[in-house]
């Protein structure tokens, strides 16, 4: 049915308006708009804190070639994570004796590895007298 015909229910089609051409156009190029701004703050979004911790032991474990034990503390910083990765240093036997490190990890918002340091080191039975 052409613009202007009537058909077979009796009605006559109309030429829609500009406005909503209008308007339809601006809500095409803004969700475009809207979608090229999320995806650019997606990409720079910061990871989340379980994503930080496992990223923070995979990649210590990669530099020491030592499987962490676990992450101790995480924090956030303002360009990304801070971690505390314990690393077993060397293993003795009674595992009480085996010799533990902390590490400090600093990741970037995606979590790459900017930077590391060995902060201490222990007997794994040792406590702790900092609390």
Known sequence: MAVGEEGETGRVRRPSSKKTVKKTARKTSTGRAGSRTSETKRAVRRVSAPRAMRY??????????????????????????????EV???????????????????????????????????????????G
Do not use: F
């Open 88 to 130: 077993l240093e060397l293993e003795r036997i009674p595992g009480t004796t085996s010799v533990m490190a902390s590490y400090r990890v600093t990741l970037d918002e995606e979590g790459e590895l900017q930077a590391y340091e060995r902060t201490r080191r222990y007997t794994r039975g040792q406590i702790d007298p900092r």
């Open 56 to 85: 923070a032991a995979e990649q210590l474990q990669e530099l020491l070639g030592r499987a962490p034990e676990s992450v101790s503390a995480l924090k956030p910083t303002e360009g990304g994570w801070q971690a505390d990765v």
